[in-house]
């Protein structure tokens, strides 16, 4: 990842970016009239005013010609691995519980993917946790390979714990609320690399926006640790337009 100079512009979150030395990108993946269906959970979401709805802003700026489509399937509290942790209200939504479905109602080129905050439910590290994940993301990409899809996968983003700690009780179960302490040296960034280490014929190019929204967290985080705010959601576009090639 290329270090960046990150300066917040203006009082409503506009940012810019100075790359240090050469982006590391890939060739542009879209062709012209191109759909692309984003999956994630609610940083995805984002309540459609998030880096997918920037994205698209960013791709009508700057390939307009192009006329692609983002279409923003994000869902809060959604897990790819099936969990849900002790006293959550209800069980999580589970990808594939809608995965058919959804791909069935609108016919897409490209998917993006981003799962993980929620995946591990803010518990301790174990290697079934880690094939569980690992066996969800394999099995996305298998099911867009059977389509003809290809995919662009983002890492799963940090828990800012240093910008927004919240009181953590060793004693009582850990939620997303009181979150295992050491759940993001543990188990995100293990989920970070799974997801940088996968080798499958349907990624186009694995994105990290983990490492660049950890080492900015005091400016892209400030309600909870979970969900970045509106300079979050900027850093997460700029950061995939850069390794697109946009």
Known sequence: MNRRQFTKLTSVGSIGTL?????????????????????????????????????????????????????????????????????????????????????????????LFCYGINCGIYGKPSQKLFDSYKTGVLSFLEKLKSKNISAVLLTPPPLALKTVPVAIDLKQPFTWQNPYPHYEDEVLQEFKKIILDINHPSVLVSIDIHEVLLEYQGKCYDKDPIHPNLTGHRLISETIVENLGI
């Open 19 to 111: 790359l240090l030395g050469c982006a590391n990108t890939t060739s542009f993946p879209f062709k012209k009239g191109q759909i692309i269906g984003c999956f994630g959970d609610s940083v995805t979401y984002g309540g459609k005013n998030g880096y997918v709805e920037m994205l698209q802003k960013t791709v009508d700026e700057k390939r307009p010609n192009l006329n692609l489509n983002f279409l923003n399937w994000g869902k809060s509290s959604e897990t790819i691995t099936g969990l849900t942790e002790v006293g959550h209200p209800g069980p999580r939504p589970y990808l594939f519980e809608r995965l058919d479905n959804t791909l069935e109602s609108t016919k897409i080129d490209v998917a």
